[in-house]
């Protein structure tokens, strides 16, 4: 059973591209969030998804930053002109229920996405 | 409003010591408490999780937290630690299981021999 699966696992870009990141949920998950891990700092909520829906996105950029998680095909988020302080980790996470209590989630290693 | 506090950023220990990785929350509602680990390079693991019941919580890697509701403290030990527990550590707290967990800005545990 696969874990969650992120891809790229590093990723570069120049200032201006776009820089999509994405996140295959583990089997049978219909839930998948968004964490930013800036230097040094902790995770940052960003957004909560479900098929097709965007639940929470409370923690996204108002601006540049949009996620998606498609019937059929991994979640993903895009970032359009990037900038330096988009340099970061992001993690996504995927979770089964997330009304029962306990629900963990669980993480996938991360893409390091780095702005030049 | 939810928020974790790590109280130390980085904790050096001598292998084989014990170690205390100190976490406090605030919150006006009822809380589900976790500590995840992160190895360098790699995504955070769950080392264990508090719902509710016992305070004392054992979790893996010979981990343990207590919950403390009168201090609003979620601290988690270890009484003899490897070099292999080097990593960060991060607490968090959630309402649910895994919507919108609230990270704290983790604890790098460095474990010299």
């Known amino acids: 059973n696969a874990g969650v699966m992120q891809n790229p696992r590093h990723l570069v870009r120049r200032r201006g591209q776009e820089a999509r990141l994405r996140c295959s949920p583990m089997?049978?998950?219909?839930?998948v969030y968004w964490y930013r891990q800036l230097p040094e700092e902790g995770l940052k909520f960003m957004v909560y998804?479900?098929?097709?829906?965007?639940?929470?996105e409370s923690g996204m950029p108002k601006e540049r930053f949009s996620a998606e998680f498609p019937k059929e095909g991994p979640s993903i988020l895009r970032i359009q002109q990037v900038v330096r302080g988009d340099s970061a980790a992001y993690f996504c996470?995927?979770?089964?229920?997330?009304?029962?209590?306990?629900?963990?989630?669980?993480f996938g290693q991360g893409t390091r996405l780095t702005v030049v | 409003a939810q928020s974790v506090t790590q109280l130390d950023s980085q904790v050096p220990v001598f292998e084989e010591a014990p170690v205390e990785l100190r976490c406090n929350y605030s919150?006006?509602?009822?809380?589900?408490l976790f500590w995840y680990v992160q190895y360098p390079n790699q995504g955070l693991q769950l080392l264990l999780k508090?719902?509710?019941?016992?305070?004392l919580v054992k979790g893996i890697n010979g981990f343990e937290a207590e919950f403390n509701k009168s201090q609003t403290s979620f601290h988690l030990r270890k009484p003899s630690v490897h070099i292999s527990d080097t990593a960060e550590y991060f607490c968090?707290?959630?309402?649910?299981?895994?919507?919108?967990?609230?990270f704290g800005a983790g604890t790098r545990l460095f474990v010299k021999a």
């Open positions: 089997k049978g998950h219909s839930h």
């Open positions: 919150s006006s509602v009822s809380v589900y």
């Open positions: 508090y719902l509710s019941g016992s305070t």
């Open positions: 968090a707290v959630s309402f649910t299981g895994g919507f919108k967990t609230i």
């Open positions: 998804l479900q098929k097709e829906n965007i639940i929470d």
């Open positions: 996470a995927s979770s089964h229920d997330v009304d029962r209590v306990g629900t963990e989630a669980f």
